[in-house]
C-alpha cells in the first residue's frame, strides 16, 4: 500500500514520457540509532555504483540486489550534517530520493542529517523559532533586482521600539544565497543560542554574494551601499557599526575581509571563515596596506578569522592571519580540526553568534 | 579569466576528494533572445546523453565536442519555465550547472526559465513585492513540528488594523512547501496580479501536504485544526469563511477537494487543479454523498475544478465534474490544452487569484 502509494505520487508529478524512466520510490538515506547510514540507489542497468560524502576518506562502492536496489551501509558516523553524492558508472549525482539538496551553482549533492543523542546546535529543537523571509532588492550598484534572506528572531516585531543589530553573512564561492539556511542552518543555530541566552537577539541577513559578470569588488560596493540601506529602510535596525558585523565563508570569508576591514566604521565585527583571498580584491586592499592600527583597534569590537588544519586553504590563511596581526591588528583566530567543510562553517558560525553584540 | 574565477570557486566549496570528480564549470541552460535554448553537460567518458524537458515529446540527443562538452540547442520553445533532466548512459540527473532545481521528493530535475517577449504573468517584474517566510508550527494533530511557507503581499504590515484574506495552497504529490514558490512562481504572480489591481492583497500558505505515515485524510485534521489556528494567531487574518479559501494540485488538488468540501462552513473558494482522487479518503467523503446543495451553493462563493485535456487524470477529473454537477453543485470548470505540468497549473493558480475574495 505504501509503495503504492508512493509509485502513484510519483507518477502525478510529471508527463508521462518522463515517468516511465522514474525508478520505484526507496527510502534513501536511512539514519540508524547507531550512527551508521543505508544509502540505496536503484539501477537495473548500472555495473557500478558508489557513493562519497564529506564523512569518508573514499567512495564506498554500493552492491545490487536482485530488485535492482543498491545499497550500502557505512558504520557509524559522527553526529553533523553531511554533503554526499553517488557516482553510477562516474556520472556524479544527488540520491533522487532525498528532498535535502545542497544549494549550489555548480553541483548537485545531497545532505544526510546525522543527529545526535543529545540534540545538536543546529538541530529543529523545541524552542521558538524566529523566520526566514525570501526577499527582493534592488541594487543601484550592480542595476539589478537581487534575492536576500533575512532572519528574524522569535518574537521579533517590525514595529516595537526595539531595535535590531544585524549581521550580514556570505555564502561561500559557487553557492547561493540560501546555502547558509539549507546547509548552514543559519536560523536553527540562532534560535537555539538565542534560546539557551548564548546569542542576543538579532537579524541575519543572507545575500547573494555571487555578482558575475561584474568584477567580485562590485560586491563589497553592493553591500555597503545598497543592501545596508534596504535594511534599514525595511526593518527595526540599530544604524550603528557597533551593532553591525559581517561574516562569510570561502568565498565570501574573503568577501568578509574586503568589506569589513575596509569599512571599520561601518561594521564592528568582522569575522571570516576559512576565508579565499586570492582575488584581485584583496591584493589592492591588501597589499602594502598601512592602517591605523591603534583606531582600527578601536572601532572593531571583534576581529576573528577560523580555519580547520585540514583546510586546503590553511597555509593562505596562516599567512593572512599573520600579515594582519604584523600590521598590530587585534586578531582572534579560531583554529580546530577538520577541513573546508560546511560541518567546520556552522562551528565557526555557532562560535561567532556567541560573540556578537556583547 | 572567467574560466579559472570559475574553477577557482568550484574548487573552494568542497573537500579535495570530491573535487577531483568535478567537472569544468560550463553555462547551462542558455536560453536564447529567440526563445531557442543550448543545454551542456561535461564528460569526456559517457557514451551516450540525452536531454528530455516537458517542452518535448520525446528525449534529443546531445553531442559532444572534442573538450567533452555534450550540447543540444532546441528550436524555439513557447516562453514558459519547464522542468528537464539529462540522462548520461540511462542515468537521469538534474543539471550540475543549473542552481534552479525542481523541490521535489522524489526525482531531482532541472527548471528552465524561458522569458517572453512581454514579462509572463510568473516573471520577476519592476513591481512592489510581498515575502515569503519560512516558518515552523506545531501540529498537534500529527505531533510533529512542521514547515510552512507564508507569502505576505507588498506592503503587509503585521500591526496594522488591515486583516487579510488568507489563500491556503497545497503542493502536488511528491513535492515539498517550496514547490509553489520555487516551481509555480507563487509569489510572483501574486506580486504581479495585485500590482496591476487583478488580485486582492492576501496572505498565501503553502505547508507541507505530506504526512506519510499518517493515513492521509490527517492532513485534513491538520490543515482545518492546527494550521488554521497557527495562521489566525500569529497573522491578521479575517476569521470568516468568506476570506478563507483552499486551493491545490493533483493530490494537493484531491486534499484540497477534501478538505474544502466536507468543511464548507469553513471555506468559501475550493479551487482544485488537476485533482488525483483516487484515495481512501476521497472515496469516503464522495462515494454516496449527499450534500445539501442548496446550502453548500450559499456557503461556497466559488468552487472550480482546472484540467488540461492532455493530462493524463483529466477522464476521472471529469467524472468527478459530472458526479459533482449531478450533485447540484455550482461548480466552475476550466479546461484549457495541456498536460499534468506546472505550466498549467501556474494558469490555474492565476486564475483563481482573480477569482478570490471580491
Redo the contacts between chains.
Keep these: 500500500m ?1 509503495n503504492t ?2 509509485l ?3 507518477l ?7 515517468v516511465a ?2 525508478p520505484p ?1 526507496i527510502s534513501s538515506p536511512d539514519v540508524h540509532p547507531d550512527h551508521s547510514i543505508t544509502f540505496r540507489y536503484y ?1 537495473r ?2 555495473k557500478k555504483v558508489t557513493m ?1 560524502g ?1 564523512f ?4 564506498v562502492a554500493m552492491t545490487k540486489d536482485t530488485s535492482g536496489i543498491w545499497s550500502v551501509t557505512v558504520p557509524p558516523v559522527k553526529p553533523d550534517i553531511y ?1 554526499y ?1 553517488f ?8 540520491d ?2 532525498n ?1 535535502y ?1 545542497f ?7 545531497s545532505i544526510v542529517d546525522v543527529p545526535g543523542d543529545q540534540p545538536l546546535i543546529h538541530s ?1 529543537q ?1 524552542v521558538a ?1 524566529g ?6 532588492y534592488k541594487s543601484a550598484t550592480l542595476g539589478q ?1 537581487r534575492p536576500l534572506l533575512i532572519y528574524t528572531p522569535p518574537g521579533f ?3 516595537s521600539k526595539t531595535k535590531y543589530p544585524v549581521l550580514y553573512l556570505i555564502h ?5 544565497e540560501e546555502t547558509w ?1 539549507k546547509v548552514g542552518r543559519a ?1 536553527f543555530i540562532a534560535d537555539n543560542l538565542i534560546a539557551q541566552g548564548k546569542a542576543k537577539p538579532m537579524l541575519i541577513v543572507m545575500p547573494y554574494g555571487n555578482v ?2 561584474a568584477p567580485m569588488s562590485d560586491f563589497t560596493k553592493d553591500m555597503v551601499n545598497d543592501i545596508i540601506q534596504f535594511m534599514q529602510t525595511n526593518y527595526p535596525v540599530i544604524a550603528d557599526s557597533r551593532y553591525r558585523a559581517v561574516a562569510g565563508f ?2 565570501g570569508g574573503g568577501q568578509t575581509l574586503n568589506i569589513g576591514l575596509t569599512n571599520p566604521d561601518k561594521f564592528a565585527y568582522v569575522c571570516a571563515y576559512a576565508p ?1 583571498t ?1 582575488t584581485d580584491e584583496f591584493k589592492k586592499n591588501f597589499t602594502d596596506w598601512n592602517p591605523n592600527a591603534e583606531q582600527m583597534n578601536k572601532q572593531l569590537a571583534a576581529f576573528t578569522i577560523s580555519v580547520g588544519t585540514d583546510d ?2 590553511y597555509e593562505p590563511v596562516k599567512q593572512n592571519i599573520a600579515m594582519f596581526k604584523g600590521k598590530n591588528l587585534k586578531l582572534d583566530t579560531l583554529i580546530v580540526p577538520g ?3 560546511w560541518m567546520n562553517c556552522r562551528l565557526y558560525f555557532a562560535n561567532t553568534l556567541q560573540q556578537l553584540f556583547k
Design positions: 505504501k502509494l508512493y502513484l505520487s510519483a502525478l508529478c510529471s508527463t508521462l514520457t518522463i524512466q522514474r520510490s539501477s542497468t548500472a562519497n564529506e569518508l576518506t573514499a567512495p554533503p553524492s557516482s553510477v558508472d562516474s556520472v556524479q549525482l544527488a533522487p530520493n528532498t539538496v544549494a549550489n551553482e555548480r553541483f548537485k549533492r529543529l523545541n523559532h523566520k526566514i523571509s525570501y526577499r527582493y533586482t516585531n517590525p514595529n561561500g564561492g559557487s553557492d547561493t539556511t536560523n558575475r559578470p570561502s568565498v579565499y586570492a586546503f586553504l577541513g573546508h567543510t
